[in-house]
């Protein structure tokens, strides 16, 4: 089944076929596997499971903020199941490389699988800038759940034709739930 990990401490081996109970798999039982990755489990007793072997990797690509000397450094993910921290050496000098800092949102390769005695290993790939310059969190959010770039000019077009306000007949058919509070 697929490991799920919550807080990426700990998993759950989640079957595929449904069928049967998830299976909680402990840091160490994990084995090096990583949220998302395809694992072939065992159970050890009760609901408890270990990884036995992984059998296809999820996409070895995370975002994280970059903390580092200039001779080596960690990032460290933004998506709390993937984990630990990544070790990376610092970023070639290069296009990508520009602007990159402590604290800085990189986007990495994850090169090697953490173990339980040494943390993953990976290779900044593009520096993305500072969590609070303006357009890092959507690019951050868009690419750990890869989720598709900015739409086609075709379709915002579309929207930008759209009228800002509704129609005053049409607000009269429709019942009014501005003030109604919302869970």
Not at 20 to 39: E, W, Y
Not at 58 to 77: Q, S, T
Request: net charge negative.
């Amino acid at each position: 089944g697929r490991l799920s990990c919550p807080e990426g401490t700990y998993g759950f081996i989640v079957p595929e076929e449904g069928k049967h109970l998830d299976l909680f798999v402990s840091g160490r039982g994990r084995k090096g596997a990583r949220h998302g990755d395809l694992v072939l489990g065992r159970l050890t007793g009760g609901t408890e499971g270990e990884v036995l072997a992984i059998l296809e990797r999820r996409a070895p690509f995370a975002a994280g903020l970059y903390h580092g000397n200039g001779l080596k450094g960690i990032v460290v993910p933004r998506d709390e199941r993937l984990g630990t921290a990544i070790a990376v050496a610092p970023p070639t000098p290069g296009p990508d490389s520009v602007g990159i800092e402590n604290g800085s949102v990189v986007w990495v390769e994850i090169t090697a699988g953490e173990d339980w005695d040494k943390p993953a290993q990976g290779r900044i790939l593009e520096v993305m800038g500072r969590p609070e310059d303006p357009g890092v969190d959507e690019r951050t959010v868009r690419r750990i759940h890869d989720l598709p770039g900015p739409f086609p000019e075709e379709v915002e077009r579309a929207v930008r034709s759209i009228p800002a306000g509704l129609d005053p007949e049409e607000k009269s058919r429709r019942e009014d739930f501005t003030g109604a509070p919302v869970v």
